[in-house]
């Protein structure tokens, strides 16, 4: 009977060896993740510390040629790259009897155009609007983009511009899948202008 004690206390002693064992390599492979995790974070953290310090790239240069509009174009497309919406529309302001000369790409024909929409120039806005998607290829876009204006200037109370953007619409595309609405809204927006 003692030695069966014996082996169990023995047996017990062991089990409880392994398990402190067994915890103490569990703790320390812990200890080692939360090490590794804390230097990849405290890395990360000095990299961004170290990128807001570095100074931003410089701008590209822009060479300024003697043909006005070529030099419109660019400071067109170098304000529009630096998010300088309104210098921009200034500039296209300055060239509206030449804008067709303007060599803008599609995208920035639409920059140009959303920021003529947000200051309510629905005519300048329509015309960038139309001519990016009609050089990019899509008529359709085209069309869509002369109706949805001309919904904006109807609903910010300006019946006349609505009604010269749906003339467009109908006189450059006689058979627009739009035409059947644009003559509805047209009569809604004549009401209008009788009324006042």
Known sequence: MKSALGLFAVALLAAG??????????????????????????????????????????????????????????????????????????????????????????SEWDALGRVLLAQGAYMEAAWTLHAGALLAGDAAAAQKRLVEIATKASAAGQPQAALRLYDTLLAKYPDSQYATFVRSNMRVEEKKLGKA
């Open 17 to 106: 060896l392994a398990w402190i064992w067994f915890a103490f390599r569990k703790f320390t492979a812990r200890k080692r993740a939360e090490s590794a995790r804390e230097a990849a974070f405290l890395a990360e953290l000095a990299h961004s510390r170290a990128k807001r310090a570095s100074p931003p790239p410089p701008a590209p240069e822009i060479v300024r040629t003697s043909d006005p509009i070529a030099t419109a174009t660019l400071t067109i497309k170098e304000a529009l790259a630096r998010g300088r919406g309104a210098e921009a529309v200034s500039v296209f302001n300055l060239h509206l009897e030449q804008r067709a000369r303007l060599a803008l790409a599609p």
